[in-house]
């Protein structure tokens, strides 16, 4: 299985954004990219999904390389509320629902 | 719109023993996986269920068992329970394979 590389942890301000890497250079041609957070004590929360060009939604962005070895999360205004851990998962497309959690990057947000 | 709903939330058993989770998906999805989630190993998926068939399991043995029913609803069963078994239990419901998964909150479970 392909696997993604991630900081272990990010800083940011509030209200500024924030950009959380995620590298996969091993991804194949039928690997979803998917977004999950985690806030303290509760369950992981989708947050984005994309396979090839960039996707926006109410909670982020999904910026996805051209050669797609690499993506970016991209948070526009960060509020406390954004503090957790941030997984970047890689989806084949006939793996159903299976997803493989890495470490994630742990994001904290100053006030 | 209820969430994932999971029972019980937290459950202390021995070693030996063997216990029985709970999953309610969110009305009208499908589909239903179960994560573990520790300390040392992170979130591991362990199974996926879809009309009631497992389509997907993880690396666990197999003293680690599921099903689900005809409205959708899922139970985990582990057996024998071993110490390592204490972790957080999370159930994930989608309308369909690869959609997004929501996740319920979990059950704490704890080995003695």
């Known amino acids: 299985d392909a696997k993604t590389t991630q900081p272990n942890s990010m800083e940011s301000n509030e209200e500024e954004p924030v950009h959380l890497p995620c590298n996969h250079s091993?991804?194949?041609?039928?690997?979803?990219i998917h977004w999950y957070r985690q806030l303290p004590s509760q369950g992981p929360e989708y947050v984005i999904h994309?396979?090839?060009s960039n996707v926006n939604n109410r909670m982020a962005s999904l910026a996805i390389a051209e050669d797609r070895k690499s993506s970016t999360l991209i948070l526009h205004r960060a509020t406390l509320r954004d503090a957790a851990v941030y997984y970047c998962i890689l989806r084949r497309d006939n793996a159903g629902n299976m997803l493989t959690f890495g470490g994630g990057t742990r994001l904290m947000v100053k006030p | 719109k209820a969430g994932v709903t999971q029972t019980p939330r937290y459950l202390i058993k021995t070693r030996g023993q063997q216990v029985t989770l709970s999953c309610s998906p969110i009305s009208g999805h499908r589909s239903v996986s179960w994560y573990q989630q520790t300390p040392g190993q992170g979130l591991q998926f362990l199974f996926e269920?879809?009309?009631?068939?497992?389509?997907n399991k993880g690396n666990f043995p197999g003293r680690f068992s599921g099903r689900q029913f005809s409205n959708s609803r899922s139970e985990m069963n582990v057996s024998t329970l071993e110490l390592g078994d204490s972790a957080l239990y999370l159930c994930?419901?989608?309308?369909?394979?690869?959609?997004?998964?929501?996740f319920g909150p979990g059950t704490r479970l704890t080995v003695t």
């Open positions: 091993t991804i194949s041609g039928t690997d979803y």
């Open positions: 994309g396979l090839t």
């Open positions: 269920y879809f009309s009631e068939t497992q389509r």
């Open positions: 994930a419901s989608s309308r369909s394979r690869g959609a997004e998964q929501y």
